[in-house]
């Protein structure tokens, strides 16, 4: 017999907070740690009572999904057997070696390798589980080789807060150098002489804000401070050309960005401006022959074209069109290589790789023939070269990374996913509809299931959807969701405004004052999968994470009939008050995409009127499975907490309500790629328990 748990209560402690003259009251706003920026970095100063209620949910969520535990271990059993453990990927050559990252049977994280070119022993260069023994949390970040292929810049995170370690080893003894470097992004970047390592610092808000030169051997407190960013709403990123030319610093934030250069055999050099940041223009830059590459959105090519510009003057009074815009060809991506270019472009929904020769402009493109695919091209390290690397897969079609040569258009297939427990495409079908929003925009909607599945409204379905920051959520294989599949289920994407499926304007028609479309387009995909038979409403399991999470705490409320279950995956689900807050590491950064509600009475009354978390009101909600990490700086653990503890307060009905966090990561869960199988075990336990599948 089941022992009966009752669900946990967060006590109410009001606050008032007021904005623009509105007064509101925030109930639970304590569930917010006053030394959030301590608990990122040690979870053990977590407040007593926030662990309490967390640590309580977290027992009543054990209780309830009890009785799937023999599922979940089936579940879990059925995605591990699908993964090659052994598996490898294919080794990138550069000069004399060849670098890669290969498994081991039963290992949880990657070794990163190298073998010299034409064949040889191989090099192990971090040992991955070797790194993660005796840590609860452990995830290796960005590895850099320098030029002369004698050290290796590494970084690491081991709580789960992306405040990532960066060290350096030496290649030819394996061990590592004195120089520790705390509080990186993650990995670096070399001068074309090995001498120095560029990297940049993240502040106590998680900002990465400053750009340091590090001098191989010396001490990292000595490191010189080469850029920092006072605009506390952009991002920094450091990088490199495909050329190794220039160190490439990219400053941005969802809508503008600003790049500055300094020559990789000149290191010690000054940046140097390529175009000054102006509001809503984004541009990036690669560089071949004495010239950069420019793909850029100036000049209103909403779709992005490509300009080139010289590298003595690279002002935009010298950008000229090479590419030029086309509306509804989405470019985005360009990578110059010695003798072409190359470009990943989305037309009518579906991606494509397109070769240009700089010598006399001629272009091909690479064909595909399925409906539905995902598309992925790898630059290598190599410039002077005639191949590059893609790779391929579809909702049924297992990943296949091909060598395609430019020059013969001839393409190699590298390597295929192997399925060790079996797949057949042949058992699988899938499609591509088209829902109808409530303003007359299609949707496209990717259905994968089984072709014995009754496409009579009698059939589960498990609805993922996303819609945000131009992020476009591929119609690729999934080992996982066939678990579902193969149980029934209909998987479906459902490719809502918000990403950029169909170029740019599908982006910008879902943020800031039109973000209810992505919600609209959602609720719309969900009624157009049971009119078409594929399903019914109250068999629906919808499921997204991060922004769309916050898509699911928006949909719960504006139409939670259509739908049995909610899964919102570290739901970014407070979003008025993070708005409100400048001192959370994402929020400057953030207003671009969704408003900012301290400067302007607009946004904060169009934020508040679909902030999930503002919106919970006294009305019957599916069951709802909310997922949160304590040291997550994405979306902070007190998101899903105060959120799922207002519903728990404020909602009628009996509905299943859980939440679960993660006590020892941050916003990608698990590590391990294990441990993190067992967390998706869950999440579709829930899925098939709600549906009555279980």
Known sequence: MTKTVLPPRAEARPLTLTTHGITRQDDYAWLRADNWQEVMRDPSVLAADIRAYLEAENAYLEAQMAPTKALQDTLFAEMKGRIKEDDSSVPMPDGPYEYGLRYVTGGQHPLLTRTPRGGGDEQILVDGDKEAAGKAYFKLAGATHAPD????????DDKGSEFYTLKLRDMATGADMATVIEDTAGGGVFSACGRYLFYIRVDANHRPSKLFRHE?????????????????????????TQSGSHIVIDIHDHETSEVHVIPADAPTSAPRLIAARQTAVEYSVDESGGRFYILTNADDAEDFKIVTAPVSDPGRANWRDLVPHKGGRLILSVTAYKDFIVRLEREDGL??????????????????????????????YEFDTSLIRFTYSSMTTPSRTYDYDVETRQRTLRKEQVVPSGHDPANYVTRRLQARAADGELVPVSVLYRKDTPLDGSAPCLLYGYGSYGISIPASFNTNCLSLVDRGFVYAIAHIRGGKEKGYA????????????TFTDFLAAADHLVGEGFTAH??????????????????????????????????FVDVLN?????????????????????ASREAYDYIAGYSPYDNVTAKAYPAILAVGGLTDPRVTYWEPAKWVARLRAVKT?????????????????ASGRFDRLKEVALVQAFALKVTGRA
């Open 578 to 598: 993070t708005m409100l807050d400048d001192t959370l590491p994402l929020t400057p950064p953030e207003w671009p995409e969704w408003g900012n509600p301290i």
């Open 216 to 240: 191989i051997g010396t001490d990292p407190a000595t490191d010189v401070l080469v850029y920092e960013e006072a605009d506390a709403g952009f991002f920094m990123g450091v990088g490199k």
């Open 653 to 669: 009905g009996d509905s299943l309500l859980m939440l679960k966090t993660n006590m020892e990561a941050g916003h990608g869960g």
């Open 538 to 571: 109250e068999r629906i399991v919808a499921q997204g994470g991060s922004a769309g999470g916050m898509l699911m705490g928006a949909v719960a409320n504006m139409g939670g009939e259509k739908f049995g279950g909610i899964i919102a995956e570290v739901p």
């Open 149 to 156: 292929h004698s050290r290796l810049a590494w970084a690491y």
């Open 351 to 380: 991606p494509r790789i397109v070769v240009r020769r700089l010598v006399d402009a001629v272009e091909h493109a690479i064909a595909f023939d399925e409906e539905a695919y995902s598309l992925g091209l790898s630059d290598g």
């Open 506 to 517: 599908w982006y910008s028609k879902g943020r800031r004052e039109f973000k209810r479309n």
